[in-house]
RNA sequence: CGGGGUGUAGCGCAGCCUGGUAGCGCACCUGCUUUGGGAGCAGGGGGUCGGAGGUUCAAAUCCUCUCGCCCCGACCA
């Protein structure tokens, strides 16, 4: 490609909207447009790199044996019903209607088509297990899109769906993906790490995430440097609780007395104990009702383990207006002595501790000695609060460490959810009527591309791994002498007979502009073809991660990058 | 949906408080010079100041409503 005929347009600033780097970056870089909130248009740059990373998704599907086809966009609103996420699905669903009046969706995810396409195709054990996955246009009307393509409304993604007459079945093709997964993010050059998963609104018996390590990113990994145990914050435990000091003897109930501490660290400060010596109390109402929780002093309540553990829909903390009302004491002095609560829980951190500091249940109030069994009922123990950093490891006690992430991919074993709700069997070996069982797997094309920018840039743009670099060499014409535009074609024909992408900046512009401009978009690699070095039948390249000039005859030099672009990809996809 | 901010040329911004001919930088067009890291000079084109209503002799500027966008929070395949 000339860049003289090409469409793209680099911005010396960033643009006021954009406020991580990916964004920034492919904004600038004259890759993305904003047409609205969370909606962007692909420009000829951008979609160059989305359909390379789409090619080696489809590439690792394949191989894994996953089946592409491609479900519409828009859905019939019955199917949604007949799942009943109609009803479950929040705003995030784009709803919509025909012309005459019959709901749409525009498909945030695609269990209801898929579905209903294979009961209708699949009656026998024989043509199972099947694995189909799309490469398919998806919104989500988020409450807030940004950062780009790492949260849009609109966004592309590959979702593949399995389906299985056995648990054992189901975990193969898991596992196949699982490992496809990987593939995947090793050829986009990604650092990333597969962490088990809370399973959210989808449902389903077990999840991983596939997480790029970025500063940016929107979630937190839990990860042990020893052994391989990984997992969202929201559901990473550990073996912290083990430290407790061995039991005491029960000590009396003792009311305290503690003005004006309404905050656990007002009540350390006034007893002049440590938190962790102190109890706190989390209220939270849910669709299930009130619910009392109650924590180490220094530790936070984990609203997803609580959710879970409850078998709640929704689970908020409750607000202050209702805390009276609710559980019989003020906000700051709430406990379980005593309490209106009809339901406590405890994190298991307390079981083996005796005399318990507790809120009173009464203005200035806090309670000693409380002791679970003799002054309030024993609570449910359960593991309700986050991890931190450098608690051990449940596996192997290691102290864990917390990353930010990226959300890049995410798999689930589904289990009967959708083929229950929608009748999707089959009739097995004895003629007996089977629920399918499902698994769905999810991989963002849009938020790997960001992903990557993320990982790979620096002060003057982006460095593209190979893979999926929009173009994998730009020759950048230095002057408009003949001898530089025809050594500059020359080359250029030579790469695109290698099968190498290649763009040619003929661009009637100054040397330093196109500079500036190839590294902000981040070629990996460069070469330089101007008068000077050709005054000495020498041209110029170098790697943009290192940008170290390195001369040599043009014949050499074609040879030599044409070897660096094969090598890398043969590399990166054996 | 709560809190905060912002909307002026393709992009980045000033002007608004204190009403009176709409400005700057980048980009774009013309000419000359320049040409290995975002050139210089000269000339030029482009904006119903997000929209509607109001106050006023006069509104980008003041008031009311509305819409878009951004940030923080809650939420999230």
Redesign the pocket.
Known sequence: MRWSQYFLY????D???A?VISHKLMMRAGMLRKV??GIYTYLPLGLRSVKKTEGIVREEMNRAGAVELLMPTIQPGELWMESGRWKLYGRELLRIKDRSDRDFVYA??AEEVITDTVRDSVNSYRQLPINLYQIQT?F?DE?????GLMRGRE?T?KDSYSFHVSMESLAETYEKMRAAYSRVFTRCALDHVAVEADT???GGSASHEFMVLAQSG?DAVVSCPNCKYGANIEKATSKFFSDEPEPAPMTELAPLHTPGTQSIDDVGRFLKKKTSELVKTLVFDSDLGCVMVLVRGDREGN?IKIKNYLGAEWL?MLPDSRFQDETGGPVGYCGPVGTRAKRVLADVSLKPRKNWIVGGNKPDTHLGGANPGRDFAQPEYGDFTTVFAGDPCPRCGTALEIYRGIEVG?VFKLGTKYSESMHCTYLDEAGQRQLMIMGCY?L?IGRTVAAAVEQSHDD?GIIWPIPIAPFEVVITQ??REDNVRTTAEEVYSKLLDAGIDVLLDDRDE????K???A??IGFPLRI??????LANGQI?WSWRKD?V?QLGAPAEVIERVVREVTSTRAHSSS
Do not use: C, Q
Not at 143 to 147: C, G, I, S
Not at 510 to 513: A, S
């Open positions: 680099t911005l010396r600033e643009p006021a909207d406020d609205a909130a945030p995810t998806k989500r409450l807030r899109p940004r950062f966004f993604m959210g609104n989808i929107e609203l908020e995410h999810g963002g003057a230095v002057g100054r040397p330093g502009v500079f500036k401009d590294d902000l330089a073809v101007g008068a000077k070095s110029e940008r000039k």
